[in-house]
């Protein structure tokens, strides 16, 4: 994340060339030039061990360190190699690099700014390093959401990296996943798509078709194509994945399982139920062996079971049974096993945060493990918040299942049970402080190095301390990380239920209740 040389900033080659820093010439004597030589030279020994020292901080989580000794390492690249130089841009990037890790973009921005500014001063447009800038400048307003400036700063980088590394090389790939990813949240589809189909044609191309970044980006465009309607070419796209996954892991693999899911969902939406019930049934098969019948993921693959039904429910009745038939019938038997396993599954979570349970692995994407998986592993409970969120969603497809076999009303209970789950009895984490920043030390350049070499030193303590407290500190990174996820996913989960409750309430009649429904859908911030 921060690198000691910023390869997206200089493109790497300049550090092997770290020692020949600049200095002045000019009509000065021999000595004093001599003198200025070394003056830069220790500048750029200090440059190495304050940016190296840096990163070694922030992974530890002592982010006031940390910030210092990125500053120190700046300030010695302007000594060392001069102000206008890509040393400078690489330590500017790495100091915008560790704000935008602290959220703090204001100040984060205007240095992958200036570190853009000296690259194009340095190298002019047409350079690679500086499209590397570019891209991860595009990266940064991204991650803001400002996507006018993400597209601009993408497109100026794909422009770059177009003239200079041409249209098959695995960086002009990049560039334009990401520019697809920019158009696909603008609303333009058929852009996103296109752009996305060039940067796989890009790795086809290169021969790594099969690698899981691939599959990824396939399986993502087949995720755009099915949002568009575009559904032969999405069966295609998934068939392959299907393909090059069960090649790489086999048949009964956890992964496979997946790509098999997303097929059926393809063919569902293409009204083939009878081959996606074949490829779901082989999924759940999968999963029970892998992580038997109490596992979250298995509440998932019910619930998608479920809504394949549901799917050929809409279709028009074929049984009597209620107003969808059969398929709905059957869609509300797999709903209701999804809604128990999933309950249970938030049960044990609640337990484990409590200390009732062991609270370690477990989670939705757990199911990604080995084949020799232990009956413990199969049992990890997941993370108390997670496990709401697939309860919800569960609550709300049993609640479409209801209503396609005519119980309305039962349905907006459903609904309410998953609203109140994702607001009002949304599981609160174990209370945990932010992570202490560790006692202010200063360390000279030769304790800086020293600790870098493994040398012990009267500041930094015991090395057993040292490694707790940085697994410590990358644990509640990661913890900080993940929560901030969950709340994405609880906010669109929230959204969606609002958004399907009202829609129950008005076919029921009560539409001063929906009214209410979208009025708080508005407040809560979320799409019509």
């Known amino acids: 994340m ?4 910023s390869a997206a ?19 000065a004597s021999p000595e004093h030039n001599a003198a200025q030589r070394a003056k830069a030279n220790e500048a750029t020994a200090q440059w190495r061990i304050y940016t190296d020292v840096g990163r070694d901080l922030a992974a530890q989580g002592r982010y006031q360190e940390a910030e210092r000794y990125f500053k120190k390492a700046l300030e010695m690249a302007k000594l060392g190699f001069g102000e206008q130089e890509a040393h400078v841009a690489s330590s500017l990037n790495n100091l915008a690099e560790f704000y935008r890790i602290r959220r703090q973009y204001d100040l984060a921005e205007p240095l992958y700014q200036q570190a853009l500014d000296i690259l194009l001063k340095e190298y002019g447009r047409h350079d690679a390093r500086v499209a ?3 891209h991860n400048l595009g990266g940064f307003y991204l991650l803001q959401k400002n996507l006018a400036k993400a597209a601009e700063t993408y ?20 560039t334009l996943q990401h ?14 798509a296109a752009l996305l189909q060039q940067s796989l044609d890009i790795m086809e191309g290169q021969g790594v078709g099969a690698t899981a970044g691939c599959l990824r980006r ?12 575009e559904l032969d070419e999405a069966e295609k796209l998934l068939r392959r994945v299907l393909e090059y996954v069960e090649a790489a892991h086999g048949v009964d693999d956890a992964n496979t399982a997946t790509a098999a899911e997303n097929l059926a969902i393809a063919l569902g939406r293409k009204g083939e139920f009878e081959e996606a019930r074949r490829l779901m049934q082989r999924a759940l098969d999968a999963r029970l062996e892998h992580s038997g019948q109490r596992h979250p993921v298995i509440a ?3 619930r998608k079971m479920a809504e394949l039904e549901l799917e050929e429910a809409q279709r028009g009745p074929a049984g009597g049974a209620g107003a969808g038939g059969e398929a709905a019938v059957r869609a509300l038997a797999l709903a209701q096993q999804a809604q128990e396993v999933a309950q249970q599954a938030y049960a044990e979570a609640r337990a484990a945060e409590s200390d009732t349970l062991p609270a370690e692995g477990g989670g939705l994407g757990s199911w990604f493990r080995r084949k020799d998986s232990t009956p413990l592993l199969k049992r990890m409970s997941q993370h108390a918040d997670l496990a709401a969120i697939e309860l919800a969603a569960t609550w709300r497809t049993l609640s479409k299942a209801q209503a396609a076999n005519g119980r309305e009303e039962v349905a907006v209970e459903s609904m309410q049970q998953a609203l109140t789950l994702l607001t009002a009895e949304w599981p609160k984490p174990v209370a945990q402080e932010e992570q202490q920043e560790q006692p202010d030390m200063e360390l000279t350049a030769q304790q800086a190095e020293q600790q870098q070499e493994g040398v012990p030193s009267p500041v930094t303590g015991s090395s057993k301390d040292a490694a707790a407290a940085t697994a410590a ?10 929560r901030r996820k969950v709340e994405g996913l609880r906010q669109d989960a929230v959204c969606a239920t609002l958004r399907e409750m009202a829609g129950v309430l008005q076919r029921v009649g009560r539409g001063g209740e929906a009214k209410h429904v979208l009025q708080r859908l508005q407040d809560e911030g979320c799409q019509p």
């Open 9 to 27: 900033a200089t493109g790497g080659a300049l550090w092997a060339h770290a020692e020949q820093a600049a200095y002045p010439t000019g009509e």
């Open 155 to 174: 497109e100026e980088a794909l422009k770059v990296k177009l003239e200079v590394l041409g249209p098959a090389h695995s960086e002009t790939s990049n």
């Open 300 to 302: 998932v693959t019910l």
């Open 132 to 134: 590397f800038a570019m």
């Open 179 to 192: 520019l697809a990813e920019v158009r696909w949240r603008q609303g333009r589809r058929k852009d996103a």
């Open 473 to 482: 500190a990358g644990l509640a990174r990661r913890e900080q990380a993940r």
């Open 218 to 229: 396939r399986a993502r465009l087949a995720e755009m194509l099915l949002d568009m309607g």
């Open 2 to 5: 921060l690198a000691a040389a």
